[in-house]
């Protein structure tokens, strides 16, 4: 079983920046590739950003790359973090960050993962 808690979000201007953490209860020794996905109200839960187990391959959206940046601490706190910067108001939504048990590889389906946090809001104003 994976616990996932998010902290970070908040409001912030067009052209900010935001860091979003992810804190992760693990069994020592397990892996899971993580993932940060986003939901606007009134679309789908879309895809973000993937880290692989030991932080060395990522993966982003074209809508973020080269703003975002996705790491990994897989020190006894286990914590991903998302680092966004340039943020525009279509990046504001609920963004979870999100855990898959298939290490091997970086997924953009949502349906990959198995284990969810339960979200923190970000709102970027005009």
């Known amino acids: 079983q994976v616990q996932l808690v998010e902290s970070g979000g908040g409001l912030v201007q067009a052209g900010g920046s935001l860091s979003l953490s992810c804190a992760a209860s693990?069994?020592?020794?397990?892996?899971?590739?993580m993932g940060w996905f986003r939901q606007a109200p009134g679309k789908e839960r879309e895809f973000v950003a993937a880290?692989?187990?030991?932080?060395?391959?990522?993966?982003y959206a074209d809508s973020v790359k080269d703003r975002f940046a996705i790491s990994r601490d897989n020190t006894n706190k286990n914590t991903a973090t998302l680092q966004m910067n340039s943020l525009k108001p279509e990046d504001t939504a609920v963004y979870y960050c999100?855990?898959?048990?298939?290490?091997?590889?970086?997924?953009?389906?949502?349906?990959?993962?198995?284990?969810w946090g339960q979200g923190t809001q970000v709102t970027v104003s005009s």
């Open positions: 880290v692989t187990w030991n932080g060395e391959l990522t993966d």
């Open positions: 693990v069994r020592p020794g397990s892996r899971y590739t």
């Open positions: 999100s855990a898959s048990p298939n290490w091997y590889g970086l997924w953009t389906s949502k349906d990959l993962y198995t284990y």
